[in-house]
Nanobody, 124 residues
Framework: QVQLVESGGGSVQAGGSLRLSCAVS????????MGWFRQTPGKERDFVGG????????YYADSIKGRFTIFRNNAENTVYLQMDSLKPEDTALYYC?????????????????WGQGTQVTVSA
């Protein structure tokens, strides 16, 4: 069974940075397109960004473009989300996700596997 475990969340002031990590076990990491999503109470889960199987291609939501960077290390079975210039509206529970299909994850916002989430809180 594939398992995804996020870490790196926390509280930070506006303008600060955080790096989230998502460690994947139980599967062949390089076979999965990886993505990050976020959700706040009462709202739908939003796509944040995605990275292709080799890491050569990345995709971002407009709301975070230029501030967040997603990358992966296939040797370490880990995907990262570097978040800079954080804003209070970035406050959310952040999830990583894995799917064999890049389009399913990026477009349909669905995936075979999800982590449990890590909370990010940005204060003004």
């Amino acid at each position: 069974q594939v398992q995804l475990v996020e870490s790196g969340g926390g509280s930070v002031q506006a303008g600060g940075s955080l790096r989230l990590s998502c460690a994947v076990s139980g599967g062949t990491f390089k076979d999965y397109f990886m993505g990050w999503f976020r959700q706040t109470p009462g709202k739908e889960r939003d796509f944040v960004g995605g990275v292709s199987w080799s890491g050569a291609s990345t995709y971002y939501a407009d709301s975070i473009k230029g501030r967040f960077t997603i990358f992966r290390n296939n040797a370490e079975n880990t995907v990262y989300l570097q978040m800079d210039s954080l804003k209070p509206e970035d406050t959310a529970l952040y999830y990583c996700a894995a799917d064999h299909s890049g389009s399913r994850l990026r477009v349909s916002h669905d995936a075979d596997y999800w982590g449990q989430g890590t909370q990010v809180t940005v204060s003004a």
